[in-house]
């Protein structure tokens, strides 16, 4: 599973490419909002950065004003996706940019003919917002569940990206219903470490070391 991380925070992305655990990064509007940094200097910065698809949103409503802006956007770095809502105008703009050559994430997907429609739209990513259908009493697994049966009884090879993911648990259940890339804040990213036996077992080991007067260097 590839581990896009969800932000625009340069030093949370840092931190995480270091250890080898970012194969992407995701942003959107809130999250660019959120930095405080204007969309294409930082976009460039994490391009700069990571190697894997940068998503940078668009930010009009109407196909050919998305398509500029895709257009701009592709030439902040070669591993830019645009990302597009999926709307009947975010599809005719996946269709147009993903024709360009240019990789494409839809987003704000909420329902499996939805990610039937952006597949058709030759998007090279779908994002399911699982944490916001978890928000209305709506399992978001289910939506990752039946994108996967669809997908693969017609071999779409558009990738599954789960996204809104907001528990490690999210992480799991993704990785397990077979989501090809999770995207995730930072910190949700650094909580899947934990694990209450491992930290007993560390104090247990901690208390003989000490005890025994163990020493390697
Ligand atoms: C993904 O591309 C989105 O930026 C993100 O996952 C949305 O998450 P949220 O529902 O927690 O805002």
Redesign the pocket.
């Given at each position: 599973m590839k581990f896009f991380v969800?932000t625009a925070e340069i030093d949370a992305i840092a931190e995480l490419n270091d250890l080898g655990m970012v194969d992407g990064v995701?942003?959107?509007p809130?999250?660019i909002k959120k930095s405080g940094r204007d969309i294409i200097e930082v976009t460039k910065e994490i391009c700069a950065l990571v190697d894997g698809p940068v998503?940078a949103e668009v930010t009009a409503t109407d196909a050919d004003e998305m398509i500029a802006e895709g257009r701009k956007l592709v030439e902040i770095a070669q591993n830019i996706a645009v990302?597009v809502p999926l709307t009947w105008d975010g599809l005719k703009a996946c269709k147009a940019l993903s024709d360009d050559g240019h990789m494409v994430?839809v987003?704000l997907c909420f329902s499996a003919n939805q990610a039937l429609l952006a597949a058709k739209a030759g998007a090279t990513f779908i994002?399911p917002?699982i944490?916001?259908l978890d928000d209305i009493n709506i399992d978001g697994m289910d939506l990752i569940a039946d994108i996967r049966t669809i997908y693969d009884n017609y071999g779409f090879d558009t990738q599954i990206?789960a996204?809104?993911?907001?528990t490690v648990n999210h992480v799991t259940q993704s990785a397990l219903l077979g989501a090809d890339v999770m995207?995730?804040?930072p910190g949700v990213i650094k909580s899947m470490v934990n694990h209450p036996l491992t930290d007993k077992g560390l104090d247990t080991f901690l208390a003989d070391i000490k005890a025994a007067g163990i020493k390697i260097l």
């Open positions: 969800d995701t942003t959107n809130s999250l998503s990302k994430n987003t994002s917002f944490g916001r990206l996204a809104s993911i907001r995207t995730a804040p």
